[in-house]
């Protein structure tokens, strides 16, 4: 038993000690690098133009999904006792909590429709790399645990600012309290963990494009690409007959 209470102490320490400086240091080091030496490479490689259809259906409700779950994050992460007020009041509670989980679900139903996509569009399939299944792999076991942790780990936005906001602080202080986390729940431990992966893994995938780029795609009409020119004037016999 003493055993085992040590070699969980040590993976948490490594998970939740180590790894988030591991995690931030990388994120910073390399998105940086890539941003001065390998701008070209700063950028989303959209694959819109291949298929538009179901890319609207994926890309749309995730990210309006994760910027609600990201919203939350940090708010909570940043005013936790202006959380806790809030959800002092059941209603309002009630409130934050539905509208968490509803992004939760976007994010997931994004997050599916742009995977089926990538596997059944062939065009886009294409040019899909194994970074990309990674990432999406990632997000998609974030995304789970954080709403089963939802369902099961109930009013999490209060325990969030009560044990997890601390636990994020610690570590911007250097000075990292397990404390916080360590009883946390399995499924807690494993969104968190999830986490920090997506964070060491980011500045290596197209989704540094987020740093730099906007996203106006969220609120402009579909896009319609029309030919400049005469098909039927080109595809005749007449016309490629003069040499054009």
């Known amino acids: 038993m003493t055993g085992n209470a040590s070699l969980f102490g040590y993976l948490d320490m490594v998970l939740f000690g180590v790894l988030p400086y591991v995690a931030i240091f990388t994120f910073l080091v390399v998105s940086i690098y890539r941003y001065l030496g390998l701008g070209f490479t700063y950028s989303s490689l959209s694959s819109q133009f291949l298929e538009n259809k179901q890319h609207f259906w994926g890309l749309v ?18 005013i936790p006792e202006q959380v806790l007020i809030w959800n002092s009041a059941p209603l309002r509670l009630y409130i ?92 807690v431990k494993l969104h968190v963990v999830g986490a920090w992966i997506m964070i060491l893994l980011f500045p290596f995938t197209r989704l540094v494009h987020l740093l730099v780029v906007p996203n106006p795609y ?4 579909p896009q319609i690409v029309r030919w400049n020119w005469d098909r039927r004037r080109v595809r005749s016999t007449d016309y490629t007959s003069n040499g054009r």
């Open 218 to 221: 969220l609120w402009r009409k």
């Open 61 to 78: 409700p995730f990210h309006y999904g994760i910027i609600t779950i990201l919203a939350g994050h940090v708010i909570g992460f940043l």
């Open 96 to 187: 934050l909590e539905a509208a968490a989980f509803i992004g939760g679900i976007f994010t997931l139903i994004g997050l599916v429709n742009i995977c089926i996509r990538r596997f059944t569009v062939t065009k886009v399939r294409m040019t899909t790399t194994t970074a990309d299944w990674v990432v999406l792999g990632i997000l998609l076991f974030s995304v789970i645990t954080g709403l089963l942790t939802a369902i099961f780990h109930q009013w999490g936005s209060s325990w969030f600012a009560a044990s997890m906001a601390p636990y994020l602080w610690s570590l911007v202080k250097l000075n990292p309290q397990l404390g916080f986390i360590t009883p946390m729940p399995v499924l």
